[in-house]
């Protein structure tokens, strides 16, 4: 999954063998996520829009002790720990009421509406520590967190929004590139989301996450080099990377045709890890190649054979019939020059042998 879960495709070579490319992205947990959020709730759950109405404005709040502020706080999150959400979150509006720089209650309330998926509303919550307090490392690391649940919800628009704002709040993390790319790769604009990746890698340089995404998006495109690229590189920052040591074993095997770098690929795959469904993808594609490889091996040698005897029956065929000329050549071949008789008296002596029936005959 572009390391997040789109399907596997699968392509098929001559010989009847199936394979299952690992077209998926990792997000930057490194899990491969096929499953997205439903938006539908029930009726129990979350904030109700009645609780959103009954929430008091500033000018309700007026004339509360501000004393009371740290004593609504705690109730609130007291409130909390007994599944009271909707009371508790009026005792926080209160609470900010009477102390609007508290970026604890504002962060509170903010968390209980990103739990209930009203992203938009837990936004301007975390916008309003931010304003408070820049370096609220809560707030901080909320916009990565709401533009994953939009990203979750199919809700790719905003969840660029976020996504993008989280780049700029927290710029030392390559998380919030990584999910943009995501983000990017499912609305296709595919060169923002190679920039996206090669941001990540810049920030996180062993990461192996953005590089194994690059590999499936240069892989999707048919740029097969840049693709075995990206997926080296990404052994490379993890020698136990198994989805790109399977996907690299598939663009030698299904691309090049190389099947002694698949199955070599193939097996490695199996090797980091045996219990991983994908290992037990690589070990039946090796297995698959090999005894293919042993077939084509071995009617090669059966072809051979037949051309190597065919050869030599006519060398042989070739050498007694050399043979034969050579042997004429010296009784009769070297006669040329010489008279017939000189060849004849040769022939003769040739012929003068204890063992010729046909001499002794003459003689007698």
Not at 8 to 23: D, E, I, M, T, Y
Not at 88 to 111: E, K, P
Not at 122 to 139: L, R
Request: charged share 25%.
């Amino acid at each position: 999954m572009l390391q997040c879960g789109q399907p596997a495709c699968q392509s098929a070579c001559s010989n009847k063998r199936v394979f299952k490319f690992n077209f998926f992205f990792y997000d930057s947990s490194n899990k491969a996520n096929s499953t997205f959020l439903s938006d539908e709730k029930s009726e129990d759950e979350g904030v109700s829009t009645k609780t959103i109405e009954k929430f008091p404005s500033s000018e309700e709040s007026d004339g509360l002790n501000p004393s009371s502020s740290e004593s609504l706080y705690h109730a609130a999150i007291e409130l909390l720990a007994q599944g009271d959400q909707e009371q508790a979150v009026a005792n926080l509006q209160q609470c900010v009421a009477i102390q609007g720089w508290n970026t604890d209650a504002w962060y509170r309330l903010g968390r209980i509406y990103e739990d209930n998926g009203y992203v938009n509303m837990a936004a301007k919550y975390f916008k309003k520590v931010i304003s408070i307090n820049p370096e609220h490392q809560g707030a901080l690391d909320s916009f990565y967190r709401l533009g994953s649940t939009c990203h979750k919800n199919l809700d790719f628009d905003n969840a660029e929004y976020f996504l993008l704002m989280s780049t700029k709040l927290v710029r030392e993390s390559a998380d919030p590139w990584i999910l943009l790319g995501l983000v990017y790769t499912a609305k296709d604009q595919h060169e923002k989301a190679i920039r996206a990746y090669l941001n990540a890698v810049t920030i996180e340089h062993n990461n192996p996450t953005p590089l194994f995404n690059l590999g499936n998006l240069y892989q999707r495109a048919g740029l097969h080099e840049k693709a075995i690229f990206s997926y080296r590189k990404a052994i490379e920052r993890d020698p136990n990377h198994i989805d790109s040591m399977y996907n690299l074993a598939i663009v030698y095997d299904m691309e090049y045709n190389d099947s002694e770098r698949a199955m070599r690929w193939y097996r490695k795959a199996y090797a980091a890890d045996p219990n991983k469904a994908v290992s037990t993808r690589a070990k039946a594609a090796a297995s698959s190649i090999a005894a293919a490889y042993f077939e084509e091996k071995n009617k090669n040698l059966k072809g051979n054979k037949q051309r190597v005897g065919s050869q030599v029956k006519g060398w042989k065929s070739k050498l007694f019939a050399h043979r034969r000329a050579k042997s004429s050549n010296t009784v009769v071949g070297r006669a040329k020059g010489n008279t017939i008789v000189d060849a004849i008296k040769r022939l003769s002596v040739v012929d003068e042998s204890p063992t010729s029936t046909a001499f002794s005959s003459k003689s007698s």
